[in-house]
């Protein structure tokens, strides 16, 4: 076995449902960097400076607030040692498979093998349970032997909360069984690939995946009836991912220097003019003008208001409102009430009869 650019800890969740990706990736995959993941970066890059004490905690936002008093809290109750945003590799038969970086792990002193990852509080909502990424770095921390075999293993999800769950008695030996077969499949020359929902959503080659095309063209027929609508519209976050990753690969593929037939890389419309030194230009108005004249003030809204001053809550809530939001469309379990609507009948096709 060898190691593939795709084979990450994060990236098994797809390689165990479509095979086939991995080597798509290796040829085709280009990292993206969403505003989502920036953020999340930066929450990372805020968490593991405060557990290393480079910085301090007032400095984070209460998300990032939350998440290092919790593992800290758990250190100062257990014991034991912490990695923070260390690097863990996974051999298999003298060969380098995977490595990975947790957020954070604990080995508390009673032997416990405690991985913490931090999600932003605004993405998918990511259970814990035979987690596959965590699942990839307990196999790698255990496997290295710089611990002794732990008496428990425990994933901790930090996203809205603490999502917490045990792996039972023999879980990982199960799991690394599995993951060698996953690697295996993966490796083969005909390894199938399976469009899906779950298996395509990160997958950075998806532009260059036929199946995925022919299966969104599949789902998306014009069709006259409801049924065939309601198909459609299942597809839609589906189709959006491949367009928006389309679009990314091209402009990549530009950016790069490559030529794309019909298409060609030029400026946006002029962006608004901006200030070169925002301090220059308000010392230079200040002394000519009022205030109200160069200043915008603007309260900040009440959920801002909520993070920088907590112990304001019932006074914030008394001065502040939640407008009605509008209505979305969403699957049948999801937890929220219908939204009780009146009833039409269907109208029968005027005719020209008497």
């Known amino acids: 076995?060898?190691?593939?650019?795709?084979?990450?800890?994060?990236?098994?969740?797809?390689?165990?449902?479509?095979?086939?990706?991995?080597?798509?990736?290796?040829?085709?995959?280009?990292?993206?960097?969403?505003?989502?993941?920036?953020?999340?970066?930066?929450?990372?890059?805020?968490?593991?400076?405060?557990?290393?004490?480079?910085?301090?905690?007032h400095e984070a936002d209460p998300e990032v607030q939350d998440y290092v008093a919790y593992i800290e809290l758990c250190h100062e109750l257990f014991g034991g040692r912490l990695w923070i945003e260390e690097t863990f590799q996974y051999r298999a038969d003298g060969n380098l498979i995977f490595e990975g970086t947790p957020d954070c792990v604990h080995l508390d002193d009673s032997g416990g093998l405690h991985i913490h990852d931090k999600k932003f509080?605004?993405?998918?909502?990511?259970?814990?349970?035979?987690?596959?990424?965590?699942?990839?770095?307990?196999?790698?921390?255990?496997?290295?032997?710089?611990?002794?075999?732990?008496?428990?293993?425990?994933?901790h999800i930090h996203q809205r909360g603490v999502d917490t769950w045990g792996a039972p008695p023999g879980y990982l030996a199960r799991f690394e069984r599995d993951l060698r077969d996953w690697i295996v499949k993966a490796e083969a020359k005909d390894a199938k690939r399976y469009p899906s929902e779950q298996a395509c959503r990160y997958c950075s080659a998806q532009a260059f995946c036929p199946e995925l095309q022919a299966y969104i063209k599949e789902h998306i027929q014009a069709s006259p009836s409801i049924p065939a609508l309601a198909e459609a519209y299942s597809m839609c976050?589906?189709?959006?991912?491949?367009?928006?990753?389309?679009?990314?690969?091209?402009?990549?593929?530009l950016q790069a220097g490559g030529k794309l037939p019909g298409y060609k890389l030029v400026k946006k419309l002029a962006?608004?003019?901006?200030?070169?030194?925002?301090?220059?230009?308000?010392?230079?108005?200040?002394?000519?003008?009022?205030?109200?004249?160069?200043?915008?003030?603007?309260?900040?809204?009440?959920?801002?208001?909520?993070?920088?001053?907590?112990?304001?809550?019932?006074?914030?809530?008394?001065?502040?409102?939640?407008?009605?939001?509008?209505?979305?469309?969403?699957?049948?379990?999801?937890?929220?009430?219908?939204?009780?609507?009146?009833?039409?009948?269907?109208?029968?096709?005027?005719?020209?009869?008497?």
């Not at 390689?15 to 920036?38: M, N, P």
């Not at 930066?42 to 290393?52: F, P, S, T, Y």
């Open 121 to 155: 509080r605004h993405g998918k909502t990511v259970s814990p349970v035979e987690n596959t990424q965590m699942s990839c770095y307990a196999l790698a921390i255990v496997r290295s032997g710089i611990i002794p075999e732990p008496s428990s293993i425990m994933f």
């Open 271 to 354: 962006a608004p003019l901006r200030w070169i030194d925002a301090g220059n230009a308000e010392e230079y108005f200040d002394a000519k003008y009022t205030l109200d004249d160069i200043f915008n003030r603007k309260l900040r809204t009440p959920s801002q208001m909520l993070n920088i001053l907590p112990n304001e809550m019932i006074m914030i809530q008394e001065l502040s409102t939640r407008p009605e939001s509008k209505p979305v469309i969403a699957k049948e379990d999801d937890k929220r009430p219908a939204i009780e609507v009146p009833k039409f009948e269907n109208l029968e096709p005027e005719t020209d009869e008497e």
């Open 237 to 253: 976050d589906m189709a959006i991912t491949w367009v928006e990753n389309v679009k990314a690969q091209a402009l990549g593929h």
């Open 1 to 57: 076995m060898k190691l593939w650019p795709s084979f990450r800890p994060s990236s098994f969740e797809r390689v165990r449902l479509c095979a086939g990706s991995a080597r798509l990736e290796r040829k085709y995959g280009r990292d993206r960097q969403t505003a989502a993941a920036t953020k999340g970066s930066a929450q990372h890059e805020d968490a593991r400076a405060i557990l290393k004490e480079e910085a301090t905690l």
